[in-house]
């Protein structure tokens, strides 16, 4: 007989239960089917120890004899490892096991008792045939008796650091805000993080995942950055976060005084010293804070105004850049002469280094001046700032230099990559650059002459941000070479890309609203190269669809097309799985709605998710069995046999079905990809003809949208085709206790499920 506590058994009584064949009552009296119930008493004891570093696993025994062992942990720690062990003890031999997380479905009992009972995430495993269920009981038996003899002192396992920061990186690339923040937790766990590290990553990923707000209204954030000196890219972040939030709605209507007035009641004004160094960032939307920022103060700097303008090198023409320059003519035309070399040095002393920078190259030098210039450079820390000062400094006469300022001299000249850097550390076969990298080819081709792989990451990561991007991506020639570095890496040059993939992506994918053509070979390497790579997980998938977006809205040669399929095909033959079926059905409706230069390749690859989908027919819910019928229409398929009979599994015959949940119920749905929404809305309206479904695309927070986000009962955000506008915009007006969901992918097939796991 089994003993159990009543707060185990109220969840084991649901496990244990429908399509499972081992029914609880059975299990009790110790009289399930033969041999199960030695199987399940031996994890039932486990738990009820209540050692919550053990994991469980579970079977869940079918009509047909086949066999899903379902794990799961109670710890974060746990969790991690339980991934790895059962990869070490299973593995994708004889079962289905690929190391990615099971979707749940909320309206299966099994599923459902797991995510009652587990934090994170829940690993199933599935086989077929007698063979096939006795190895792997036999592996499950023996992960347990290892998991009995182990002291129950021993540390969960600790990835290292490095692999968590690149996971950490993918997850936001994916827009994963849930995994994004169990890596930042596992990462500040680990005791390899500082204060003002944790605080930067913090800000990394709210920006990185667009919650503009949360960064800077809640200004406990903020404030905890002005105890420390900024590097580039959480300068940029913080940037970018107010020009997403107050600036961004004013760019095409214009309204400059409107715009200041609502930075000037903004933080913005409290914690001005986050903008005392821009870094020489190029990015437009830095640029322009830095900008709306000066013209904020009282009185305005128009040096300094004027060369932050002049950063913008007509790269930008909005209505509202143009009333800036309108303004600071006005200013100009106005303003009287002033002493620039006591307005430096009062920048200089208030440590506002931009500005100092800017008013020193204007006023005449001396050797006090001098001195603090290449402070003001020293301080900015990139290369085109040291090389401005020295040049500035070579063309002065009549100033005698010391030995002091020499000295520096010599040091800026370093910075500005004149002459070698000297090596850190002195590690055998390690390498540093001639010059300092000035751009991304620059950069690409020392790492491919030998740069040690850590110096390497860790100047990309300091440095990027000065490197123009849109300029880049307007020479062919360079964007080739970057591309063709990339595709022939071997070794540690290889070693070192996949590293800052994600900074790759991030910066020539994500800072685009509109992908430019000219990155089209570099889109086709980032995706051969992530495909390439083994066990991609849920967001390597997300990325994949990303890159392939990107690809088909720029448009394809046939050759191209032909080649992307085929990668593709490759792609799912490998990592094919009811868990990634939403998307594979959101990647096939891409491919029907965009541009195809070669209707038998894209039909090729339907042709093997349909297969996939008919094998597994039981396993599908209602809406993927929706989606695949109506992908067949849109192909001119006959629906194949197996599709055409009712669904006959516990899933998908529940006793509350979908129609009686969503039965009355207003959903609204927002995404900018309108075919996607009305496909949305048609399997839904298939699964439930009673329930009411608004679509939305408003690029502001028009009233309409208000209104929706207001007064609908399931509000479906598809976050990878959105404003940033609209969706604070919703996140404003929608109740706390209204689902507000976000889908992970932005198809149909997605979309359908996300709404269908919440009610």
Not at 336 to 341: A, C, G, H, S, V
Not at 598 to 608: I, K, P, S, V
Not at 653 to 659: H, I, Q, Y
Not at 717 to 726: D, E, G, I, M, Y
Request: glycine share 4%; aromatic share 8%.
């Amino acid at each position: 007989m089994i003993e159990v506590s009543s707060a185990n058994e109220a969840w084991l009584s649901k496990f244990f239960s429908g399509r499972n064949r081992l029914h609880w009552e059975q299990l009790k009296s110790s009289t399930p089917p033969e041999p199960w119930f030695a199987k399940v008493n031996g994890w039932i004891v486990l738990l009820e120890e209540g050692d919550k570093a053990v994991p469980i696993c579970l079977p869940c025994l079918a009509e047909d004899g086949s066999v899903q062992w379902y794990a799961g942990a109670r710890t974060p720690q746990g969790s991690h490892a339980l991934s790895d062990e059962l990869r070490a003890f299973v593995g994708p031999s004889f079962s289905d096991y690929n190391d990615r997380p099971h979707d749940i479905d909320p309206a299966d009992p099994q599923d459902s008792a797991m995510e009652d009972a587990f934090i994170g995430p829940v690993f199933r495993i599935e086989v077929r045939g007698r063979e096939g269920v006795a190895k792997l009981n036999n592996s499950i038996a023996l992960y347990q008796s290892l998991l009995k003899r182990r002291p129950s002192s021993l540390k969960a396992a600790i990835r290292p650091f490095g692999i968590v920061r690149s996971l950490f990186d993918r997850a936001i690339s994916a827009g994963d805000e849930d995994e994004a923040r169990l890596l930042l937790t596992e990462m500040k766990n680990s005791g390899r993080l500082t204060p003002e590290n944790r605080n930067f990553l913090e800000v990394r990923l709210l920006a990185g995942l667009g919650l503009w707000r949360e960064l800077v209204v809640e200004s406990n954030r903020l404030r905890a950055l002005t105890d420390f000196r900024l590097p580039p890219m959480v300068v940029r972040d913080v940037s970018e976060a107010f020009y997403r939030f107050y600036v961004e709605s004013f760019e095409q209507k214009g309204g400059l005084e409107a715009c200041l007035e609502v930075l000037r009641t903004s933080s913005m004004m409290q914690f001005d010293q986050l903008f005392s160094l821009r870094h020489n960032i190029q990015h437009l939307t830095v640029i322009k804070t830095f900008l709306l920022r000066e013209l904020l103060q009282d009185p305005i700097d128009l040096v300094y105004a004027e060369t932050l303008f002049a950063d913008l090198n007509n790269r930008d023409g909005t209505p509202l850049v143009r009333e800036i320059s309108e303004f600071l003519e006005a200013k100009k035309a106005s303003s009287e002469d002033t002493d620039l070399r006591a307005k430096a040095e009062t920048a200089f002393t208030d440590r506002d280094f931009d500005k100092a920078m800017a008013l020193y190259l204007q006023a005449p030098a001396d050797l006090k001046s001098i001195l603090s210039l290449i402070a003001c450079a020293r301080f900015s820390a990139d290369g085109k700032s040291a090389r401005t000062v020295l040049d500035f400094v070579s063309m002065q006469s009549g100033i005698d230099l010391n030995e002091e300022t020499e000295k520096a001299l010599e040091a800026l000249e370093v910075q500005a990559g004149s002459v070698p850097k000297p090596v850190a550390l002195p590690i055998s076969g390690e390498t540093s650059p001639a010059t300092e990298p000035s751009d991304w080819l620059s950069w690409a081709k020392w790492v491919v002459e030998g740069a040690d792989k850590g110096i390497a990451v860790d100047l990309l990561r300091r440095n990027s941000d000065a490197w123009p991007i849109d300029q880049f991506c307007q020479d062919l020639t360079k964007v080739a070479a970057f591309t063709d570095l990339l595709e022939n890496a071997s070794g540690n040059a290889e070693q070192t890309f996949e590293i800052v993939f994600d900074e790759i992506f991030q910066r020539f994918l994500l800072n685009f609203e509109t992908p430019p053509p000219s990155l089209k070979p570099l889109y086709r390497v980032l995706l051969f190269l992530l495909v390439a790579s083994s066990g991609l997980t849920r967001n390597d998938l997300s990325v994949v669809m990303q890159l392939t977006s990107s690809l088909l809205d720029i448009g394809l040669t046939q050759g191209e097309y032909d080649e992307l399929i085929d990668l593709l095909v490759d792609l799912f033959e490998n990592e094919k799985a009811i868990s990634s079926l939403d998307w594979a059905l959101d990647l096939t409706e891409s491919l029907v709605l965009e541009r195809c230069q070669n209707e038998e390749a894209r039909l090729r690859f339907f042709t093997n998710v349909s297969s996939f989908v008919q094998q597994w027919v039981r396993r599908i819910s209602k809406s993927q069995r929706h989606s695949v019928e109506t992908l067949h229409h849109d192909f001119g398929i006959e629906l194949p046999e197996v599709l055409r009979t009712p669904a006959t599994n516990d899933q998908q015959v529940e006793a509350d079905p979908v129609s009686v949940r969503l039965a009355g119920k207003r959903i609204a749905i927002y995404t900018l990809t309108e075919p996607a929404a009305i496909r949305a809305r048609d399997n839904l309206k298939a699964l439930a003809p009673e329930v009411e479904i608004f679509l939305n695309s408003d690029h502001d927070c028009s009233r309409n949208l208000s209104s929706l986000a207001k007064s609908v009962d399931i509000f479906v955000f598809v976050w990878k085709s959105a404003k940033h506008q609209a969706f604070y915009c919703v996140k404003q007006h929608r109740p706390p206790e209204l689902p507000l969901v976000q889908p992970t992918g932005g198809g149909s097939s997605s979309i359908t499920s996300a709404v269908l796991k919440c009610i």
